[in-house]
């Protein structure tokens, strides 16, 4: 079962008549996502995960379920999906879709128990097969490239107070773990209980850093922990954040640059036994500590995205079986958009080429899953200029992201299989096959290395016709 502190329990049964009523408040922008398109699955959803399972363009789902089983559903590009596999898993276990072996099909793992993770690996046509491996672990937490090595790490919970790392090689994670304490010296063990867990970079050194939430449990004080990494898959001294409120914990949190200055905000849920609040606070470089800046719009499991096609950061706030988006005014200002039913949200891309769509499992309906199509990027194409019919068409989506960029090109009279990818001094970063037309770039140089934030622009090579050459912006 997820870490889910006591106070969070209280709170879910006593914050109901008290909570984010400006989640209900009414729009003072117009909506960004329409009516969901509806798939039903037959089973009670807890969990979503999205990836291009089968790499035709669009992305797909895995949904866990309370019967403890993993359902895999492939989308066709209207937003409907179709039931392809069911997996079994572990109830209330968290699962990842991750390229594992690098062999540039998503791979899946998940709890399958309360002390282990199965790793069940794409064969190469969508479908996933046992790998036969299993990974010690309590809790399955993140992953992501934390050793910027171009390799897929996990981040999974040992014990209460404590993480580890299994960083990826050439044939795919590693077999040992390195462990990372988020106690002091002469803690009892479990006196601090982390709720969440990432790595990211918190003052701006392009090196890895752990950040943890959650509170001494004995006290039910809250706390953040943090440790910057030190650039080798090391970390450095143990940091604590902890404001005077008792009967409390900090939950669920996301991070972002919100001012563009090199360093991350940390939005972060904070619940207690009759109250609850999501607050706002900066990483300051020049202390390592954070500062107070002040409360988010409204309450609930907080995400940063771009959802409108601009360069500032939005958030959507998920709490009491409602979904709100707010948009991003620039630092910690934002306003509200619109409320959908949910008690679960992600984000994807199953209907390309517009940007990317809430995919939503609603308590009033938690047998189906929703997809709410994008109305506010058409598609992250072009740059302005006319595109008649007789021109090469070259589509790429979303026009902003931290992991993928879909291309499609249409009107193609001429042959040639490839798509040019250009950095903003114009110099070639990679060169993308096309099939069918159509191609998935997973922000790689020619030379396998992750690509760093930017602008990049595409174009494919007429000698008869002005191409359109679309932009992309990368954020790491």
Known sequence: MDRVPCALFRFSFMIAGIICLSGMESSATAAWFDDPVETPTGQRLLRLGVADINRDGADDVVASSVSGTHIVLLGDLSGAMTEAQTLPGHLWGRFVLFEENHDGWPDLL?????????????DGTGTFLDSGRTIPATYLSRSGDFDDDGRADILVGTAHDSVGIYYGTPDGLSEEIRPVSLAFVGEPAGYFRYYAAAIVDLDGDEKGDLLATGGISSEWLPEIRWRLGQGDGSFGELRNFAPFSPLSDFAAFDTADLDADGDLEIVVMWVGFEWGDTRFYSYEPQTEDLQYLGLAPGMGVPHFARMD???????YMTSSGMTTVYQGLGGTDFTTVQSMPSYTTVRGSLMPPHGEELICVSSDSPHWIHVHPNLVIPAGIGDGQDRGRDRVQLVVWPSVTSDRIRLSLTGLGFATPFVHVHDVAGQLVRTIP?????????????YGENIHSGVYWFSVPDPDRQTIRPKVLVVR
């Open 110 to 122: 998940c709890q399958s128990s309360g002390t282990h993770l199965q790793l069940w690996r794409n």
């Open 309 to 315: 096609g601009d360069q500032l950061w939005d958030l």
């Open 434 to 446: 096309l099939r069918d037309g159509e191609a998935t770039w997973e922000l790689r140089s020619k």
